[in-house]
């Protein structure tokens, strides 16, 4: 038997080997986020930048390429006692962690700061990480629903681009106009619009036409569409099946909405900031953002990322430390130059490194235009589940023609159990 | 020990020669798996910030191998295929002994015990992986192990998975009694009955079992996933999965990286099939 002593001993070798080497001068945090590798390459940047600041702390970065890979591993983690110090999430997925106690309120850390103050930050984006009254997570970027237009195709269409204030009315008929069919084989070459049939994507235009998505936007109870949500959820459905405006669902599955929009052959498409660093690559037109039109009032959904720290983090003032570097107007410029955020320091947001006028969008400003307009989905635990199943039913209803009334009363049927299971 | 080993092979090998349909179909399955690898590769060749295929494109314009030279230049891509590597040369040897030590246990077992085992090892390999997770996390932390490389290595420990110690406890099963009697009797004791006699018996069964293993490892993304700490010991598969949310543009670089990290397993699959041909089952 001494070939298993020879296989224990070479594995305490390695465990002890592999697991040397570290300094116990320095105090080491880890940091969880996701995304893509030039978004990861961003973070790493800043990161990095933080590691040279200081000789203190050592942050070192965890990076995921999804969100979900992301919250299975934390989930694991922070169940197995040994959490992340600070992990990045947004608004709409951080309820399920908060609401079993896993993370440690930023709000006194915020208070106590020399570094950071509240006030320095976008209010809209600092509300829905807010968990029983106190500020838990800290928000990196405010970024929202907008319309990018490839304005070459509206210059040959001969229609005019979008202006300030537009309406949905507008909008169809720029992308009916914008819509054609180039080789008269029946189906377009090119679609005026592009739109994910997601619970994000319609709520703008709920609220835009004075209309709810729940009973209580602070403790909802299910899902609550009235009369002015149906009819926007219906305009919204006929996109597809009655404006004919849109990718149909096999052509959306053969070719994404950014792959359609990079290759010149999507007039609009609805999107949030995190196309930016893809869409500078384009050289073949002319492109550039525009607000979301409305049905009377403007409105548009955030979209909002925030660094959390965890409860079980043995180094929370190193962790603070790291937020106060990221989050300030080193971080926040630094993460700005990547393209990818709008950033959530106001200071930020208004200068160069974000409305740079060498950098397209040309117009950066639509973004800081809508903020005051922004508005969050509930932030409850259960959220996550609930957007999946909203979203299988408005996929279907968008893509198979459904009756928007029947889709807002299957909804809250279906979700009733998901919210009654909810912590706010 | 001669005579033993020539007892346990078949006196006269019978050699394998396909019918005509036995071709056709095997071409026809060839087809259909490898067509997807095909895909990917030709893919591969469309070159980096060059807008995705409105249809069906076999051979892209500009066609070239540059993102191969692109995916093996980032030293993050060489760093996780080292570490990779070195997980498999680690594991799948340890793996795929301990695995023969216990199906060999096993098979030497009174028939009750031996049944019980074997149906333990069954309930094993039906458990969700995900009802492991926490537990695993808490032993390596526990041990200190989840800035290390270990937690990768560990299942090595018990044999990779259950389904190996099912397969070599089967493969000496099928030995005959007499053969272990004469061992017995030529004063073998159990490791050397499996060193000298159940295991040159059942060679092509290690080497089938030792490519499963290093497909097991090589192919492992919720391991380094869940308990690796230190992103410099993260492996092959996460790096793909970081690429597989590259912007539609640059979708060549990660189809190139995909055949990249294919490329062993089609290699081992070969070394293995030379097992499996090996004689007739």
């Known amino acids: 038997m001494r070939g298993s002593l020879v296989l224990v001993l070479v594995f305490v070798v390695m465990a002890v080997g592999c697991g040397a080497g570290s300094n116990d001068q320095v105090t080491r945090i880890t940091v969880m986020v996701a995304g893509d590798p030039e978004e990861v390459e961003a973070y790493r940047a800043v990161v990095d930048a933080f590691d040279r600041s200081q000789e203190e702390v050592d942050a070192e970065l965890l990076p995921f390429a999804e969100r979900d890979e992301l919250i299975l591993r934390l989930s694991t983690s922070i169940a197995g006692g040994q959490p992340p110090d600070l992990f990045l999430m947004n608004y709409r997925y951080y309820g399920q962690f908060a609401a079993r106690g896993a993370l440690e309120a930023v709000g006194p850390h915020l208070r106590d700061s020399a570094a950071l103050s509240s006030k320095d930050f976008f209010e809209t984006a600092m509300t829905p990480f807010e968990w029983d009254g106190e500020q838990m997570c800290l928000p990196q970027n405010v970024s929202s629903l907008v319309v990018y237009y490839n304005a070459d195709l509206f210059e040959t269409a001969g229609v005019a681009l979008p202006r300030d204030g537009w309406t949905w009315d507008e909008m169809v008929s720029a992308a009916d106009e914008l819509t054609r069919d180039d080789d008269g084989d029946g189906t377009p070459d090119v679609y005026g619009l592009g739109v994910d049939p997601e619970i994000v994507r319609i709520a703008p235009f709920v609220w835009s036409n004075g209309g709810s998505l729940v009973d209580d936007e602070a403790s909802p109870t299910g899902f609550a569409f009235d009369a002015p949500a149906v009819v926007a959820m219906q305009r919204f459905f006929d996109l597809r099946t009655v404006d004919g405006v849109t990718p149909t669902d096999a052509e959306a599955e053969a070719e994404d909405l950014e792959s359609r929009f990079l290759n010149g052959r999507l007039g609009m498409l609805m999107e949030s900031r995190r196309v930016v660093p893809t869409f500078r690559t384009i050289e073949a037109f002319v492109w550039d953002v525009a607000g979301l039109p409305s049905f009377g009032s403007p409105a548009s959904v955030l979209h909002s990322d925030a660094y959390c720290m965890t409860a079980g983090s043995d180094e929370k003032e190193a962790a603070w430390l790291f937020m106060e570097f990221v989050l300030g107007p080193e971080g926040q410029r630094i993460t700005a130059e990547a393209g990818r955020t709008v950033p959530s320091l106001r200071s930020i947001a208004e200068s160069r490194a974000f409305l740079d006028p060498d950098a397209d969008p040309a117009h950066a400003q639509v973004f800081l235009d809508q903020i005051p307009f922004l508005r969050a989905v509930p932030v409850v635990s259960t959220w996550p589940e609930i957007e999946d199943t909203a979203n299988g039913f408005l996929e279907e209803a968008y893509y198979g023609g459904g009756r928007a009334l029947e889709v807002a009363v299957e909804l809250a049927t279906q979700t009733r159990d998901q919210f009654a299971r909810a912590e706010r | ?281």
């Not at chain 2, 085992?117 to 996390?137: E, H, K, N, Y």
């Not at chain 2, 290093?214 to 380094?224: A, V």
Request: aromatic share 12%; hydrophobic share 55%; no cysteine.
């Open chain 2, 1 to 281: 020990m001669g005579t033993l080993l020539r007892m346990g092979t078949p006196a006269i090998r019978e050699r394998w020669a396909p019918g005509f349909l036995q071709i056709v179909l095997s071409v026809l399955v060839l087809a259909v798996f490898s067509a997807p690898l095909m895909l990917a590769f030709l893919g591969s060749l469309r070159p980096t910030g060059t807008s995705p295929p409105t249809s069906i494109d076999l051979y892209p314009d500009g066609a070239d191998l540059s993102n191969y030279g692109e995916v093996l230049g980032q030293s993050s891509i060489r760093r996780q295929s080292l570490n990779s590597l070195f997980v498999a040369v680690v594991s799948v040897p340890i793996g795929t002994l301990v695995a023969s030590w216990a199906g060999f246990a096993i098979a030497r077992l009174p028939r009750r015990a031996a049944m019980f085992l074997l149906g333990l090892a069954v309930v094993a390999a039906m458990i969700p992986v995900t009802a492991l997770f926490v537990g695993r996390l808490v032993l390596f932390r526990l041990s200190g192990l989840t800035d290390t490389p270990v937690p990768l290595m560990a299942p090595a420990l018990i044999g990779v998975s259950p389904l190996l110690v099912l397969l070599f406890a089967w493969s000496y099963f099928t030995i005959p009694r007499e053969i272990y009697d004469l061992a017995r009797e030529a004063g073998l004791g159990p490791f050397r009955t499996w060193w000298h006699v159940a295991m040159p018996l059942r060679m092509d069964v290690a080497g089938v079992a030792a490519a499963v293993a290093f497909m097991i490892s090589w192919g492992n993304l919720i391991d380094p996933l869940l308990y690796v700490y230190d992103e410099r010991w993260f492996t092959l598969p996460l790096g793909l999965a970081s690429l597989v949310e590259l912007p539609p543009t640059d979708q060549g670089l990660m189809l190139a990286a995909a055949v990249f990290a294919i490329a062993p397993v089609l290699v081992t699959a070969f070394v293995a099939q030379r097992f499996v041909y090996a004689r007739r089952w």
